[in-house]
């Protein structure tokens, strides 16, 4: 990624970091579509929580003629007839294999087609500052950001595929490694600021900034390990409900679970499925594929409970000894493999106590990249909380349905990685990059 601060490049600058991150994230698109899949590949449902993979490539097409060509360019539309089947909100993942769905051929001309509108456009466009979507090129980075999203979607959907190995997912590249870390890091009472007001590509759910004052706490220095989570499961962890909510027990029982997804045992030994290699547990990995409630339920096991957002959010943003925000946990410069395992670099987690140049001004590591991380909150609205540019971003989903994830993964690319940003799923969801960090009350 590019280094550069849309709130301070100059229009000619703005205009050539959009059309090359908009080259690099199709490049992305096309990589987990088109370029190793097969049509039936594509265009099969590999798991009724998913899309077949044709649906997501079309979708980001639709998704940038909507925002790019139609909305900011002011140009007629150039498929109408498709708008409904790719309205995320129309159809149910589950429907979309029976839609009358573009072919992968024809959403790749499609999505093309869109594209070399799209950077026409570009050249003649303004980014005004009294115009809310063009400020600082807004609604591009929104954009940009959507695909990425849906790439990470992609590479779920892939994890779920049952097959050969097609994504270069062999030895992962080594991570810079710490020499020694604490268990825990306190992080101090008092207030800090959470959210942002001036991050000219955050999402509406992370405004406005706002004072929030919390008492002191301690958090895990790194996310919780496979091996670690691993004495969980050998110690009976599924099997007693002294550890799980209530919700959480029901969800256990009625779903059978006994391990993270993925899992499975061979005689004394744990394998885990990734991509379509059976491979062994790596116990110094981060946990992943683990559901809210799984994480929940170790963590009372271990005598300890999940963060709140605030707290997860303070640890990574908050420098004390300034009295500053950062951007991200090691400062305000872009991430870059020293600091973060992001990007899909490696198809996989780095053990934990990588990236020691990445940690937060309290000390704690791998707050970015990854795994997404639990966090014990609601997805709800900060105070003064104003919709844009379209409420089915955020608002329809607000409510006690969902937790918050924070921090990204190794899969979620760095344009889409800040200490502000806010992911959210249902508590049960286990297909998605996710694992977590404890914390306890000082």
């Known amino acids: 990624m590019t280094a550069l601060d849309p709130a301070t490049a100059d229009p ?13 994230v199709r490049d992305r698109s096309f990589g987990l579509t088109t ?28 998704y940038e003629e909507l925002w790019l060509l139609r909305e900011t360019a002011g140009l007629e539309a150039m498929r109408p007839d498709i708008d409904d089947l790719y309205d995320a909100f129309e159809h149910p993942r589950s429907e979309r294999p029976s839609l009358p769905l573009l072919s992968p051929a024809e959403s790749s001309d499609y999505v093309d087609l869109v594209r070399r509108k799209v950077l026409d456009s570009l050249e003649t466009v303004s980014f005004e500052p009294a115009v809310p979507l063009l400020d600082a090129g807004f609604v ?22 049952r097959g050969p190995q097609v994504l270069p997912v062999g030895e992962a590249m080594p991570a810079p490694r710490a020499v020694t870390w ?10 800090f600021m959470m959210g942002t ?20 706490y301690w958090i895990d220095t790194t996310p919780v390990s496979v091996g670690a989570y691993r004495s969980f499961v050998e110690d009976g962890g599924y099997d007693d409900a002294r550890w799980w909510s209530t919700g959480g027990w029901e969800w256990r029982c009625r779903s059978g679970k006994r391990a993270p997804a993925f899992w499975f045992q061979e005689g004394e030994s744990w394998q885990r499925r990734r991509f379509g290699v059976v491979e062994p547990l790596p116990d110094d990995e981060p946990v992943q594929h683990v559901c809210w409630f799984e994480a929940e339920a170790y963590a009372r096991w271990a005598g300890r409970r999940l963060p709140s957002e605030a707290e997860w959010e303070k640890a990574a943003s908050w420098d004390p000894a300034t009295g500053t925000k950062r951007r991200f946990p090691w400062g305000d410069q872009p ?34 990249g990854d795994v997404w991380e639990w966090t014990a909150s609601d997805f709800t609205s900060h ?3 104003c919709m844009f540019p379209y409420p089915e971003y955020s608002e329809v989903f607000f409510g006690s349905d969902y937790k918050v994830l924070r921090g990204g993964s190794w899969a979620t690319d760095p ?18 990059f996710a694992g977590f960090r404890t914390a306890r009350d000082a």
């Open 35 to 62: 370029a190793v899949l097969d049509d039936d590949d594509l265009t099969r449902q590999h798991s009724a929580l998913m899309s077949p993979l044709v649906w997501d490539l079309a979708h980001v097409g639709n």
């Open 182 to 191: 604490p268990a825990e890091v306190l992080v101090e009472a008092g207030e």
């Open 335 to 368: 991430p870059s493999a020293e600091y973060a395992n992001l990007g899909q670099a490696r198809f996989r987690p780095s053990p934990v106590g990588s990236f020691p140049a990445g940690a937060s001004a309290v000390g704690a590591l791998q707050l970015l």
């Open 197 to 216: 007001s001036t991050d000219p590509w955050a999402y509406d759910n992370e405004r406005p900034s706002r004072a929030v004052f919390l008492p002191p």
């Open 383 to 385: 105070p003064g909380f």
């Open 140 to 161: 591009y980075g929104m954009v940009l950001q959507h695909e990425h999203q849906h790439d990470e979607t992609m590479l779920a959907t892939h994890q779920l595929r």
């Open 12 to 24: 000619g600058q703005l205009k050539e970091f959009v059309a090359t991150e908009l080259q690099r």
């Open 415 to 432: 344009l889409a990685c800040r200490n502000t940003f806010r992911n959210w799923d249902y508590p049960i969801r286990r297909q998605i």
